[in-house]
Nanobody, 121 residues
Framework: QVQLVESGGGLVQAGGSLRLSCIASGSIFGINDMGWYRQRPGKQRELVAI???????NYADFVKGRFTISRDNAKNTAYLLMNSLKPEDTAVYYC???????????????WGRGTQVTVSS
């Protein structure tokens, strides 16, 4: 069974930075797209950034120029570097893998449990 575990969240002042990590565990030999999503209080979950296995990236307009997504395929890990944080970035940040290739079978749409990011003004 594949699991995604996020880490790196916390409390930071506006203008500060955080780096989130997402580690996938299990008998994995490949992962397609990996993405970061967030859910702000009272809002629906929204896409923040996504990265393909080949390294192509796509960002939501509200984070362009501030956040950078990256991954290490050898470590089955994705990262989200968040700079110039704003109070409106306060949310639970979730990691997603759209398709994970394992030694048994593929698993689809795998989610982590999330990590809280709080930005104070």
């Amino acid at each position: 069974q594949v699991q995604l575990v996020e880490s790196g969240g916390g409390l930071v002042q506006a203008g500060g930075s955080l780096r989130l990590s997402c580690i996938a565990s299990g008998s994995i030999f490949g992962i397609n797209d990996m993405g970061w999503y967030r859910q702000r209080p009272g809002k629906q979950r929204e896409l923040v950034a996504i990265i393909t296995s080949g390294g192509r990236t796509n960002y939501a307009d509200f984070v362009k120029g501030r956040f950078t997504i990256s991954r290490d395929n050898a470590k089955n890990t994705a990262y989200l570097l968040m700079n110039s944080l704003k109070p409106e970035d306060t949310a639970v940040y979730y990691c997603n893998a759209d398709r994970v290739f394992t030694t048994l079978r593929s698993q689809y749409d795998v989610w982590g449990r999330g990590t809280q990011v709080t930005v104070s003004s």
